[in-house]
T-cell receptor, first 114, second 116 residues
Framework: AQSVTQLDSQVPVFEEAPVELRCNYS??????LFWYVQYPNQGLQLLLK??????LVKGINGFEAEFNKSQTSFHLRKPSVHISDTAEYFC????????????FGQGTTLQVKP | SAVISQKPSRDICQRGTSLTIQCQVD?????MFWYRQQPGQSLTLIAT?????????ESGFVIDKFPISRPNLTFSTLTVSNMSPEDSSIYLC?????????????FGPGTRLLVL
């Protein structure tokens, strides 16, 4: 079955430290990859996406992610986090042939401490 | 991108009743989607609602429980019928503006539903 796994349910980190949120998906078929952020009591905001081309994609708020086809991963990184980055982060995948069907990972809570 | 609004933003309902959630988009879009986010959980696709055709439901979701309307290219409704406490969730609509090769969905703010 096609699935998305976020390996860490919670990631605590101090302000200005780097962070990596991990995401792996199950299939080696062609994929479109997304990271969304959900701030408390809000909807989802698109952070970045990989559709094709360069495997390193940059998004909003200083985040970036790298697509690794051989490892079926799409990890999210930020070199220096801020308190305002505290939120829930969701990795999502559209698998080839399933237009529009986003499959979400379980989410990772990023807790930035002062 | 697209600007999406949902009504109501939140509601508290009694079991056995039904609630209709509205989703409005600021531009015409072909593809609209409804998701459920149960407390502390991730998002699960309920159905795809394309204008001019019947909604397509995912496994585990049925039309009798979650009827959907899509009367035009900017509006959709999701009804949660005969509610039970297990239906307490955030319900989100999303749209794919249909830009070629973009495959990107944008989400509304969600409707927070509590069933007592």
């Amino acid at each position: 079955a096609q699935s998305v796994t976020q390996l860490d349910s919670q990631v605590p980190v101090f302000e200005e430290a780097p962070v990596e949120l991990r995401c792996n998906y199950s299939s080696s078929v062609s994929v479109y990859l997304f990271w969304y952020v959900q701030y408390p009591n809000q909807g989802l905001q698109l952070l970045l996406k990989y559709l094709s081309g360069s495997t390193l994609v940059k998004g909003i708020n200083g985040f970036e992610a790298e697509f690794n086809k051989s490892q079926t991963s799409f990890h999210l990184r930020k070199p220096s986090v801020h308190i305002s980055d505290t939120a829930e982060y969701f990795c999502a995948v559209i698998f080839s042939g399933n237009t529009g069907k986003l499959i979400f990972g379980q989410g990772t809570t990023l807790q930035v401490k002062p | 991108s697209a600007v999406i609004s949902q009504k109501p933003s939140r509601d508290i309902c009694q079991r056995g009743t039904s609630l209709t959630i509205q989703c409005q988009v600021d531009s015409q879009v072909t593809m609209m989607f409804w998701y459920r986010q149960q407390p502390g959980q991730s998002l699960t696709l309920i159905a795809t609602a394309n204008q001019g055709s019947e909604a397509t439901y995912e496994s585990g979701f049925v039309i009798d429980k979650f009827p959907i309307s899509r009367p035009n290219l900017t509006f959709s409704t999701l009804t949660v019928s005969n509610m039970s406490p297990e239906d307490s969730s955030i319900y989100l609509c999303s749209v794919d503006p249909g830009d070629p090769n973009q495959e990107t969905q944008y989400f509304g703010p969600g409707t927070r539903l509590l069933v007592l």
